[in-house]
């Protein structure tokens, strides 16, 4: 509920800040947030529209049908910002209106009784919307770009291009009447009712959604599409939209789409809801996908071709959209502060997805318990990365300055991982069932965490207020570290664990410092040589807990979280003997991926023989990459030779052979530069050319190698490929070349500066302006003037992906004259997104000092102690050989 959320978020705010390194996430201006009281109840929109796309205009008339909840109310106050409105009548009579503070205020001749119900029409007309809706065609950066149209309501944009009730706490029913010009396609939400011509170069579409519905899933899009057609369970219409000429991109893309409504319904145990589902993919959409009802909107980035099908999917995007029409279409969270109902349960959705696909491409698994395991843990570790590097929250809190403020790793990752653990405590009978309760009881309404708790209490019987007060009302995540011990006379294995973690509540103190406690069981399987294996539990409820469990004999190995379900950090010291053994032989691959990581702290020559063995033999990709990664870290003897042989013989999967190549950039020799060379020049898989590249830069150790390097790159970004991938390869690796940042190669920067300018390949020109960005770091006085030049033109492009790369550079440039062009662009830039990084960006370089110099220290330092680390790891292991 809103009270519990809320009460939790302001408690807590003091403790995020607690950890080192840490910013609060309530920046400048942040403040409570909360919903807004609802006078009148909305239960129809009926929007009639013109669509102008080369004009870059949208006006006609919106009618709301409304219900007055509280009586005498004297006016009408809709959302509305930059809106020409026209006129305003209720039930048919015209009405004065204004329009102030961001909304549209209708004054009524007299007030209304409460249960009464009146019609409401706005006539009104919008050039080119702040935000809401989108006009995109040709453009300085593509003169050939098509005319497209696209509306994006989430969180609260829908009132920059017509007035309404823009808030997620109400619901209606949609009709849309779009006219558009002959030869563009309108889609919206719902069933298409009539399409008919007018006969003056202009057709009418009539669209009709009967489901209730938060505004913001309200969507319009208009351009020239192709279209085809799939059938879903229960002969549900799955539709598909892309630019003409797309279309086999389109399928290999969206083609499991059926598949994933079916997977879907099977563990929901509630049929999809709503009359169609489409998915249309647009050109320089601001998000990944957008999960309005009935109609997802995507990125066409996401469209690719057969290569780079070999080792990309669109899967997890196309489930994570799909699961919205349950969790956020369905029911919807209340207020934002309550996100995490809508994001962290499609994230969740994302790996059910994965689990139940059994498919292969091109003789490769694509999902299975591995690959959702994998998932999992690489979505842990993005959550982890926030947390530890930007800031610590609760996943429900309603202080933001925007709503999108709260869109970030702990609402969709952590959202997702707790849901994961909820499933392992409930066991996936209780869990599932708990879900279908909780979706058939709000069928059509507005949630709130307390919602799901209740649904999960009735359920099972089991109170879980510990539960969500610790994962989802508290911050934070377990630290744990563990211990090991055998008492061979008593035939005991004792675990000890300890709560290293500070911040959050419910605290202890400890040392002086206040460390959140987490209550909850952990599973432990215990494997032997004969390879059968014990299931025990180690309960946490304190700083320090001890687990003793009996057994026949010394276990071979042991996995503490078999499946991976907990959210934590871990630190678990075994003998190195079992940690070979649970290398090789245990069945779970995240038990083995476990191993690796601790492996590849040691420097015995056996750790580098077992982690070798794993890169050749693991039958998953993911542990070899991590196996690959653990090599390229321990930089000893027979690591590199592991990693040049997994190359030359051959590592069959695609993404662990970019592991290998990312390994080897770290051996600067030339055997690993040659090798290097050979797969950035060719090779199956776009991802490893690229990635070879830029091993292969930084394997350079002068200037005069780099410039030989430079001409192979340029070639190479030259190379026709996938939204750019080898190009984008191509330029990270120029900034990895030795002397750029002190401009010994000043026909590099030239080269990469020029293709950070508009009208250069798109990804490519994202990927030299984070390049920009590093190299500021380091750079000559002469070099940082000359990139200050371009960063100051980039401030005035309108492309949403340009912005955040340039923000982002910017941050990354430790330059303190970067502070105004950043504060320029919050001045003008329309999405909360941008500013915020903008802002955070800011005060990061504000407080950073003379950072270029400190970090070219540092720099310099720990480059030599890891050489000197390196000449006695190899004297140690040459006198104990």
Request: proline share 5%; glycine share 8%; hydrophobic share 40%.
């Amino acid at each position: 509920m809103n009270g519990r959320g809320e009460m939790h978020c302001r408690q807590c705010e003091s403790l995020w800040v607690q950890a080192k390194g840490r910013k609060s996430f309530s920046i400048t201006g942040s403040e409570p947030r909360y919903a807004p009281d609802l006078p009148f109840k909305m239960t129809h929109v009926a929007l009639d529209v013109a669509v102008a796309p080369r004009e870059k205009t949208v006006g006609g008339k919106v009618r709301y049908t409304l219900t007055t909840v509280s009586p005498d109310q004297r006016e009408i106050r809709l959302d509305q910002w930059g809106v020409g409105v026209r006129s305003a009548r209720v039930n048919g009579k015209s009405c004065e209106f204004r329009t102030e503070d961001r909304a549209l205020k209708i004054r009524l001749e007299a007030p209304f009784a409460s249960g009464v119900e009146l019609s409401l029409e706005i006539e009104f007309e919008t050039r080119n919307p702040r935000r809401g809706m989108y006009f995109t065609g040709p453009d300085r950066q593509d003169p050939q770009k098509p005319l497209q149209v696209w509306t994006q309501g989430q969180d609260e944009d829908h009132h920059f291009w017509f007035p309404t009730f823009d808030y997620p706490n109400q619901k209606a029913s949609f009709e849309i009447i779009a006219t558009v010009p002959k030869g563009f396609t309108a889609v919206a939400n719902g069933a298409l009712l009539s399409r008919e011509s007018l006969g003056s170069g202009q057709e009418r579409f009539h669209y009709k959604l009967a489901s209730p519905q938060v505004i913001y899933l309200l969507t319009l899009v208009v351009a020239e599409l192709a279209t085809w057609k799939d059938e879903g369970p229960r002969g549900v219409p799955v539709e598909y939209f892309v630019a003409p000429g797309r279309e086999a991109d389109g399928k290999r893309s969206f083609s499991n789409t059926p598949k994933m409504i079916e997977a879907f319904e099977k563990v929901l145990g509630v049929p999809y809801a709503f009359e169609k589902y489409a998915q249309v993919a647009v050109q320089d959409f601001i998000f990944g996908g957008m999960e309005n009802t009935s109609a997802t909107t995507q990125t066409d980035q996401t469209l690719h071709d057969e290569r780079a099908h070999l080792d990309f999917t669109s899967d997890a995007l196309v489930a994570h959209e799909l699961a919205h029409q349950w969790f956020g279409d369905l029911v919807t969270c209340r207020d934002w502060s309550q996100g995490w109902l809508n994001e962290g349960f499609a994230t969740f959705m994302q790996r059910v997805w994965i689990e139940a696909d059994s498919s292969k491409r091109f003789g490769l698994a694509q999902g299975g318990p591995d690959e959702a395991a994998y998932s999992q843990y690489l979505q842990l570790k993005e959550y982890l990365e926030e947390d530890s590097s930007a800031y610590r929250r609760p996943i429900v809190c309603n202080q933001y300055i925007e709503p999108i403020d709260l869109f970030d790793r702990h609402l969709y990752q952590k959202g997702g991982l707790v849901l994961n653990l909820l499933r392992a405590q409930l066991g996936p009978v209780q869990f599932w069932k708990s879900i279908e309760l909780y979706l058939t009881r709000h069928r059509g309404g507005s949630v709130e965490t307390l919602d799901l708790i209740r649904a999960i209490e009735e359920t099972t019987g089991r109170n879980l207020r510990r539960f969500f007060d610790q994962w989802i009302f508290g911050a934070g995540h377990p630290e744990l570290e563990v211990s090991l011990s055998w008492h061979e006379e008593r035939k005991l294995l004792e675990l000890g664990c300890e709560q290293k973690q500070t911040g959050g509540a419910p605290f202890v103190e400890k040392d002086g410092a206040k460390t959140w406690i987490f209550s909850l069981p952990v599973k432990v399987r215990l494997h032997f040589e004969d390879g059968s294996s014990q299931d025990e539990v180690l309960e946490l409820g304190s700083i320090k807990d001890r687990g003793f469990f009996s057994c026949p004999k010394k276990p071979l190995f042991v996995n503490f979280d078999p499946g991976f379900t907990l959210p934590k950090t871990l630190e678990f010291k075994r003998p190195l003997e079992m940690l070979k053994a649970q290398l090789e032989k245990d069945p779970d691959c995240m038990g083995r991926i476990t191993a690796v990581l601790e492996l590849k702290k040691s420097s015995d020559r056996s750790a580098v023989e077992a982690l070798s063995q794993a890169l050749f033999k693991d039958a998953f990709w993911g542990v070899q990459a991590e196996a690959a990664a653990a090599l390229g870290a321990m930089r000893v003897e027979g690591a590199k030779a592991a990693l040049v042989r997994a190359l030359e013989q051959g590592v069959h999967h695609p993404k662990a052979r970019r592991a290998v190549v990312r390994a080897l950039g770290s051996y600067r020799d030339p055997e690993a530069s040659a090798l290097l060379r050979r797969f950035a020049e060719k090779d199956p898989s776009y991802f490893v050319e690229a990635d070879a590249a830029v091993a292969l830069a930084q394997t350079t150790k002068s200037a005069s190698q780099s410039r030989e390097l430079f001409g192979f790159l340029k070639s190479k970004a030259e190379t026709p490929s996938w939204r750019g991938t080898v190009r984008a390869g191509a330029i990270r690796a120029m900034g990895e070349l030795a002397g750029l940042p002190r401009g010994e190669l000043p026909e590099v920067l030239e080269w990469i500066l020029e293709a950070s300018k508009i009208g250069a390949q798109m990804d490519g020109r994202i990927a030299a302006i984070g390049v920009m960005g590093q190299s500021a770091s380091l750079a000559a006085p002469f070099v940082r003037g000359r990139l200050l030049e371009v960063f100051s033109e980039l401030c005035d492009e309108e492309n949403f992906r340009i912005r955040m790369a340039l923000v982002a550079a910017l941050g990354a440039s430790g330059m303190p004259e970067a502070i105004g062009l950043l504060s320029r662009v919050r001045s003008i830039d329309t999405d909360g997104r941008v500013r915020r990084h903008a802002l955070e960006a800011s005060q990061i370089l504000s407080e950073s000092g003379s950072l270029p110099e400190v970090v070219g220290t540092l720099k310099q330092a720990l480059e030599k102690l890891e050489e000197e680390h390196r000449k006695l790891r190899a004297e140690w292991e040459t006198k104990n050989k």
